[in-house]
């Protein structure tokens, strides 16, 4: 992930180069919870499908960000309470 500043919006322009996944697995030893938030951006499809076509990531700005979530356990997808935090993680719900 790059990160530019553009001087046109009000914040950040955040570009994805490429597929990124680097969500760690749940490890049954530490039982650690992995707390994120989620955003949800509007992207249009056909403008996504050229920018790959030439190396180019999606444009992520507030422009088109339609929702963050709360705090949440990507493991077990509890969410975050604040009296959870030190409690175990138990991991994938539907395992
Ligand atoms: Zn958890």
């Known amino acids: 992930m790059s990160t530019t500043h553009d001087p046109t919006s009000?914040?950040?322009?955040?570009?994805?180069?490429?597929a990124l996944d680097r969500m760690p697995e749940w490890d049954?030893?530490?039982s650690e919870h992995l707390?994120?938030?989620s955003s949800i951006y509007r992207v249009n499809p056909?403008?996504?499908?050229?920018?790959?076509a030439v190396?180019?990531?999606v444009l992520l700005d507030r422009e088109?960000?339609?929702?963050v979530?709360?705090?949440f356990c990507m493991h077990c997808e509890k969410p975050c309470t604040g009296r959870n935090v030190a409690d175990p993680c138990e991991g994938d719900p539907r395992r």
């Not at 009000?10 to 994805?16: A, E, I, T």
Request: proline fraction near 6%.
């Open 35 to 37: 707390w994120v938030v």
């Open 46 to 52: 056909v403008k996504a499908v050229e920018a790959a």
């Open 10 to 18: 009000g914040g950040g322009v955040y570009r994805v180069d490429g």
């Open 55 to 57: 190396g180019d990531g």
């Open 64 to 67: 088109n960000l339609l929702m």
């Open 28 to 30: 049954p030893v530490t």
């Open 69 to 71: 979530t709360p705090v």
